[in-house]
């Protein structure tokens, strides 16, 4: 994401050297990739900006953070239609790219493997292979796509409430671990006549997760081998299907895509992962509320209107995943949702920037983890609380890690993962994917 925003700036101010204030603060969102900044400022100054490209180039990204897929597909339409010599090449194909996940997620197949298949027709008699092969890869995906139909969430005009149960776990290797919030959520979803639970997981992208095993037995039609994933542990290759329907409470979510993993036995030693419903019923239904103490989840049918401390969360430029506009003291903080998370934690850019207070205040300890991909043997310090705040809420978790690595690391733009020991500090917490905000109770 750094380098598709960092050329496109570079670009706009070669263009505007001079530029007036408004453009110069677009541009400093654009190049440090601080969304949440840009939509609190651009209200404010969009009338003023002096440059066209840098007005669409900006709601582009602004319609794509905080999903309004509608919108950023037309956005992008305009910004490569009519400032791709200004944006260059690089860009436009950097664009195209998350244009087509969007697409993607409506279930648009043959319009977004058309866009992608014109371009490669267009460039691949002039640039090298490399310049297309993520492009490349994506048409593919579309291509195993085309005869399917849209995905589509199917409900009453009711509430869908469902239970579900919080299991604590213990990873092999980790039997000591002294933390109290190794859960997760499992919620039941039947799909080709058999229940079975699934974990609840705002972090995993797309429709749902399954291995090989279960994936047989629900029923997945394969539709694409040699599906590179990105897992927690690293990448690695499984399949992608289709789950003709699966059924969510008095809800039924048709035509789902549906990510298959290989056996690995060295992770399913660790933890044996086997079904998981990712996002994107969520993002359909538009709002989710989790109220762990009654241990239930409702999709309400009315929704939250939107805080008055406005949007705190986004999706990465071409992402899955979701992050939350979070505070420790006066500093924000960028954290992943991810109630696939058993804990919560701080990551290497927490810890570069607070070293000192950490090195002082924590216990340093280890511990394996990983996901698909591989196993990872991290290295943390445990602090004994940290305060935080969203919105204008604040909360505290308790024994929270802070990892860290004795090698450089390269800036990130998050700061850690609010997990299910941030769920298990409230009454009710509401995600609604509209507007883009969690509020917590």
Known sequence: MKKIILTCVITLLCISGFAQSADEQIANCLNTADFFLLEEVYPNIENEIQTPMLKTFAESLLYTSFNQTDLAIAAIDSLILLYQEEIGLENVRNMLIPQSWLLLRKGEYQNGYNRLNSFIEALEPHVPDEFLADVKGTRKLFEALLDEEKPQLIRPDADCIIPFEIDTFKIKGNESDTLINTTLMFVPVIANGIEERFIFDTGCGGGIFLSQEYANRL?????????????????????????????????????????????????DTLYQVNAVLGEEIMVFASEVQILPQEKKIVFPVNKTPLP???????RVLGGDAFFLKTYYGDERLIMLFDTGDAYSGLNENFYANHKEFVEING?????????????????????????????NTPFEISHI??????????????SGSLGMAFIHLFNKVTINFDNMFVEVE
């Open 401 to 414: 890690n802070v990892e860290f690595s004795a090698e450089e690391i390269q800036p990130r733009f998050d």
């Open 363 to 391: 216990t340093k300890g280890s511990r394996t983890g990983g996901g698909f991909g591989g196993v990872i043997e991290k290295e943390f310090y445990t602090l004994p609380s940290l305060p935080f705040r969203i919105g």
């Open 219 to 267: 029923g997945a039609r394969i539709k694409m081998d040699s599906l590179l994933i990105l897992g927690a542990g690293g990448r690695g290759y499984g399949q992608m299907g289709i789950l003709d329907s699966l059924q969510v409470g008095n809800m039924t979510f048709k035509n789902v895509v549906t990510t298959i993993v290989p056996p690995n036995p060295q992770i």
């Open 308 to 314: 008055s401390t406005g949007k705190n969360m986004l």
